[in-house]
């Protein structure tokens, strides 16, 4: 496994100040956040700038996506092997935003373990996040949707989902449980932590912010604090 945690992973999603070379700019504000605090924190980027992003940071990046597929004719899919020649050290996997059929999020999760890339799964309640668990990805981020993108955070309106997470996926196998939506502030990221998170999935509160180095390093101090 790629990642360490605590961690903190932005999702830069399709943001106009995360994609392009406002990625590029925003990535070295996250590598100087965790410089700066020395916790954990990977992002997870579009498949066009997963290269410039990755020559530009020594911190993890993500692709946020990949598909189950081999070399070969698959006009349009996303290639793990060639994510991985581009810098990828890992990929999230059925985002809210990005769902996948539960037979190609195993044979995802499969293809993505043999070519040692890092699985972030997301999980929209604790029953998918139960099922996924059976696939034994690295991380599985529990993020109820209605929450996204929001201003309440998942650990302040549904503290019960980042624990019941905890305990299914741990009667299953010991992977450590992230939760993500809404979350705003280093308060929202100390409930996490007191409910058993090991990190937090989060695009927004950065991607959104005229800020986003000082938001990122108050809710990277709900770590240490
Ligand atoms: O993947 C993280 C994301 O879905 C959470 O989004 O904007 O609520 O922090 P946001």
């Given at each position: 496994m790629g990642l360490k945690t605590p961690i903190i992973i932005v999702n830069f999603k399709t943001y106009e100040s995360a994609t392009g070379k406002s990625a590029e700019k925003l990535a070295k504000i996250c590598e100087k956040v965790a410089k700066v605090t020395k916790v954990n924190i990977a992002v997870a980027v579009q498949d066009a700038d997963l290269y410039r992003v990755s020559k530009a940071v020594k911190i993890p990046v993500l692709s946020e996506h990949i598909d189950p597929i081999d070399y070969g004719?698959?006009?349009g899919h996303t290639l793990p092997e060639d994510l991985k020649a581009n810098g990828a050290k890992g990929c999230l996997l059925n985002h809210s935003e990005d769902r996948f059929k539960i037979d190609d999020l195993e044979k995802s999760i499969a293809k993505a373990k043999a070519l040692k890339l890092t699985t972030v799964v997301c999980a929209s309640s604790d029953y998918t996040a139960e099922s996924v668990a059976a696939f034994h990805p690295d991380f599985i981020a529990v993020e109820p949707p209605e929450l996204i993108?929001?201003?309440?955070s998942v650990s302040t309106a549904k503290p019960q989902i980042i624990t019941k997470t905890i305990k299914k996926v741990n009667n299953i196998s010991n992977i450590p449980v992230l939760c993500g939506a809404g979350i705003k502030t280093k308060t929202d990221v100390q409930k996490a932590v007191e409910l058993g998170a090991q990190g937090i999935l989060i695009a927004s509160a950065i991607?959104?912010?005229?800020h986003p180095g000082k938001i990122l390093e108050q809710l990277a101090m709900g770590f240490i604090e």
């Open positions: 004719a698959h006009t993108g929001g201003n309440v991607t959104k912010s005229p």
